[in-house]
Nanobody, 123 residues
Framework: QVQLAESGGGLVQPGGSLRLSCATSGMIFSIAVMGWYRQAPGKQRELVASITDGGSTTYADSVKGRFTISRDNTKNTVSLQMNSLKPEDTAVYYC?????????????????WGQGTQVTVSS
């Protein structure tokens, strides 16, 4: 089993900043990709940012230049620094990691999601 624990959501005024963090735990063999998705009311879940184990990053066009994703491979954590927040950034943010998990009989791929953390940008 692989578990993700998210933290850092909340209410912030437009132009403000928040930092989201996510820790992956369990029988982890390796983590290939760590990312953040978000889902606003009435909309589909979308990729916000992702980072590979080699450090390559991908960002949604709507957050480029404002959000920064980073990971700590020694702690299996991923963070999302969100600056210059806008009301349209309001959503539930989900952490996602993909990689390999260890079992006594071998190594298997996994794709795990956090429970989500609410980010609200409002004055």
């Amino acid at each position: 089993q692989v578990q993700l624990a998210e933290s850092g959501g909340g209410l912030v005024q437009p132009g403000g900043s928040l930092r989201l963090s996510c820790a992956t735990s369990g029988m982890i063999f390796s983590i290939a990709v760590m990312g953040w998705y978000r889902q606003a009311p009435g909309k589909q879940r979308e990729l916000v940012a992702s980072i590979t184990d080699g450090g390559s990053t991908t960002y949604a066009d709507s957050v480029k230049g404002r959000f920064t994703i980073s990971r700590d491979n020694t702690k299996n954590t991923v963070s999302l620094q969100m600056n210059s927040l806008k009301p349209e950034d309001t959503a539930v943010y989900y952490c996602n990691t993909k990689g390999l998990m260890s079992r006594s009989w071998g190594v298997f791929p996994y794709d795990a999601w956090g429970q989500g953390t609410q980010v609200t940008v409002s004055s």
